[in-house]
């Protein structure tokens, strides 16, 4: 009689480890997915801002293409 509650424990603390291994498998795989998705971000954000350089360079060169065609008003210099 005393063994049948001590093995019951037993088996319910093995279960209970082994859904805490489970569980702790997928929260690696979480952050694993979490870390990739971080970097993605980045580099998107590192995508958008040389974009906006390109676009910046691309305005004065325009600029001052239609300042010597004369098809915009020159600006006073400094």
Do not use: W
């Not at 971000?41 to 590192?46: N, P, S, W, Y």
């Amino acid at each position: 009689m005393i063994d049948q509650p001590h093995n019951l424990m037993l088996v319910l603390l093995r279960e209970m480890d082994a859904k805490l291994d489970r569980l702790l498998g997928d929260m690696q795989e979480a952050k694993g997915r979490l870390t990739s998705l971080e970097r993605q971000i980045a580099l998107l954000h590192g995508d958008f801002a040389g974009q906006s350089a390109r676009i910046d360079r691309i305005e004065l060169r325009l600029e001052r293409i239609e300042r010597q065609l004369e098809l915009a008003p020159a600006l006073p210099r400094s």
